[in-house]
């Protein structure tokens, strides 16, 4: 894969998979030079579909992927922030950063499906509350992994509180993993990206709006004083990708969506109308890497055709 320009697989296991499933997908995307491996934070399908076996824990599976990869990148997109306490989270994600030595990228976004939490007995606060938290959440992870050695860290917010914390483990990545935030809020969520990203990231947005929001990120690192240029560029899309209309009509039913829909919102169509879509999205909105959402986790070889045949003409 090209040194500027990343793909990066981005699965969605809550719809169906067992960390084997997740393994082999990884194992793959590895062998073939994608960049990275993602994967969702849910604990519900959503659709169709039975689920089963169940959710797979975002962070328990990539603390395995840790010890049975090498070189991939590793992360979510994204945490919910309603899921876990934040002095814990800094402690789960610190630990599998050790353990992958050093390759874990951390997405948190405030939580959004309301039915997986009243699923399995999580509270899930009003939309305002949601963000208030996010923000004191991303305030005090960061807080915990840049605090020097030998120092303590503590917080006083709204809804969160820790006193003379040691703020260990460390991570390996100094002075932190990578921070990605995401999502289409006009006001706020620029102003967090501008804060606290790494990286911001859009999934599934049309090529519109995501370069209006790319600006207003823009925009917010301008105002606090920060190079825009620092926050990397990135988007979400579904991928499907075939040789022929038959093999692309195969696997958008095997994901039980339309080809035509798919051609619209997603990466959809031969290998050569999949780099032209690559391009457009690269001239219009700056992206420097691009998460392909890969639906059926047993179809490697779908991954095999995107690294034969797409990654090296870009």
Known sequence: MSDQFKLRIFTEPQQGATYDDLLRVAKRAEETGYD?????????????????????????????????????????????????????????????????????EFG?????????????????PPLKERFDRYAEQLEIITGLWDTPRGESFSYQGRYYELTDSPALPKPVQRPRPPVLVGGLGKKRTPELAARFADEFNLPFASLEAAAEQFERVAEACTRIGREPAEVVRSAALVLCVGRTDEEIARRADAIGREVGELRTNGLAGTPAEVVDKIGTWRERTGITRLYLQVLDLGDLDHLDLVASEIAPQL
């Open 36 to 104: 990275a491996f993602f994967r969702s934070d849910h604990y519900l399908k959503m659709g169709s579909g039975t689920g089963e076996p169940g959710p797979t824990d975002a962070w328990v599976t990539l603390g395995g992927l840790a010890r049975e990869t090498t070189r991939l990148r590793l992360g979510t997109l994204m945490t919910a922030g309603t899921f876990r306490l934040p002095g814990p989270l800094a402690i789960a994600v610190a630990q599998v950063d050790q353990m992958s030595g050093g390759r874990v």
């Open 108 to 124: 948190l976004g405030t939580g959004w499906y309301e039915e997986e939490h009243t699923a399995y007995g999580i509270p899930f």
